[in-house]
């Protein structure tokens, strides 16, 4: 269970207030002021959130294809020896132990 820092939920607060005061509220005066329509500020403030979606879908995978999968997942006979790949795919951390434990096992 996570508990989210509290300022973390007032600043969401805020960029929600915001954002519904800007579409109704505001929006006659960002159009005839600024030229922004309702859509165009929609797309613009978007970015952000479409950025965050991307980047924390990339870590993601990033992070599991460090340690995941355990054995080699493709065809066998492909891998190159030590490394995590050929037609397939090892997690690289799996797929160097190895070599990490020797060096382990020579600085100790």
């Known amino acids: 269970f996570i508990i989210p820092a509290w300022w973390k939920v007032y600043v969401f607060f805020i960029f929600l207030m915001f954002l519904v005061l800007c579409?109704?509220?505001?929006?006659d005066l960002l159009e005839e002021k600024a030229g922004l329509t309702s859509a165009a500020l929609l797309k613009y403030l978007s970015i952000p959130f479409v950025s965050v979606v991307f980047t924390y879908s990339h870590i993601w995978a990033a992070l599991w294809m460090t340690f995941y999968p355990l054995e080699f997942w493709?065809?066998?006979?492909?891998?190159?020896?030590?490394?995590?790949w050929g037609v397939g795919w090892q997690g690289i951390a799996p797929s160097k132990v190895k070599?990490?434990?020797?060096?382990?096992?020579?600085?100790?």
């Open 23 to 27: 579409l109704t509220a505001w929006s």
């Open 74 to 84: 493709g065809i066998k006979s492909t891998q190159i020896p030590g490394q995590p």
């Open 99 to 108: 070599k990490m434990a020797t060096g382990m096992i020579r600085n100790v």
